[in-house]
């Protein structure tokens, strides 16, 4: 085996240690109590990291499906951190790297190169999943301010629990009537919406290339699972995605729906980002699995940009 294969299986104690805190953390939503607000807070910062992951580290940084000022760069790879998924070069790394490699020994994702705990959330916990491959990011890591960014990314969600339990205190002492309080804001917009966009996110290169149905015949087992789309917003069109990584959109059919890619459109529209690069409906239907007739041809290499 070479030795670009061979993998370090050592755990890294810390990334452990994190990892069980902030799901045991999570049991004190029974103690911190409910509000309405509390609920609230909990879906605008789980749209908040989602974003920052889907359109952010995924779409930008990882597939330059569009382009954008350097000043704007920055403020993205600032949302980016709110997730707590690290650093954007290291995601954007790691996932171009799972394009290249999806599905084959090399991708340390794929669920069907051991359990599906290892290819959830287990290869996180290793030493070496904490490295950045610049090399794989060359074209963003010339950015000193990004390079500051992926080496300080606890900035993002560091201070956005401190934000929220600020907030909890002040309207505990502002509007008493509303029944929230720091600690309950900090564990519901905090604690549960970070962990949710974690397994969320994680699900796409576990759940999503073992069940679901295969849109388009690319050469791994991606797929599309159109029941998570309440949670995932667009990425649910994983199988798209693969199929053509640098679209913007991963909804190429009138029924599909992908709520990220809208808002790209969105930030187009109003001058924020340009160069979209936008999928042919017409071009694209042609080559959908009820279409041809052998589902394992790749009919159009999937590729990086």
């Not at 330059?64 to 760069?73: E, G, L």
């Not at 009537?177 to 397994?199: D, Y």
């Not at 690319?218 to 990584?245: A, C, Q, R, V």
């Amino acid at each position: 085996m070479s030795a670009e294969i061979r993998h370090d299986r050592k755990i890294d104690a810390p990334s452990v240690f994190r990892f069980l805190i902030l799901h045991l953390a999570a049991f004190s939503v029974f103690f911190v109590g409910y509000s309405h607000i509390a609920l609230a807070s909990l879906v605008v910062f789980y749209l908040i990291r989602y974003w920052g992951v889907s359109v952010v580290y995924h779409r930008y940084f990882s597939h330059k499906s569009f382009t954008t000022s350097r000043t704007f760069q920055f403020i993205l790879g600032l949302i980016g951190t709110i997730s707590g998924q690290r650093g954007p070069l290291w995601w954007a790394a790691g996932h171009r790297k799972h394009h290249r490699y999806s599905d084959t020994e090399l991708d340390v994702h794929s669920p069907h190169n051991g359990s599906l705990f290892h290819s959830h959330i287990g290869w996180l916990l290793k030493k070496e999943s904490l490295e950045t491959d610049y090399e794989l990011v060359k074209d963003f890591a010339k950015y000193p301010e990004i390079m500051w960014l992926n080496k300080n990314h606890s900035i993002g969600i560091t201070g956005s629990f401190i934000f929220l339990y600020i907030l909890g205190a002040w309207l505990e002492s502002a509007y008493p009537a509303l029944g929230t309080n720091g600690w309950q804001l900090l564990v519901w917009g905090g604690v549960l919406s970070t962990l949710l966009c974690c397994h969320v996110v994680l699900g796409l290169n576990s759940i999503n290339h073992i069940v679901g149905k295969k849109a388009y015949p690319t050469k791994d087992s991606s797929t599309n699972i159109w029941w998570m789309f309440p949670f995932m917003l667009g990425e649910h069109l994983h199988n798209n995605h693969h199929y053509f990584p640098s679209s913007h959109t991963a909804a190429f059919k009138g029924f599909e729906t992908d709520l990220m890619g809208a808002s790209i459109r969105g930030m187009e529209k109003i001058g924020l980002v340009s160069n979209v690069k936008k999928p042919s409906p017409e071009k694209y239907l042609g080559d959908r699995i009820d279409n041809v007739e052998k589902e394992n041809v790749m009919i159009r290499p999937t590729a990086l940009n």
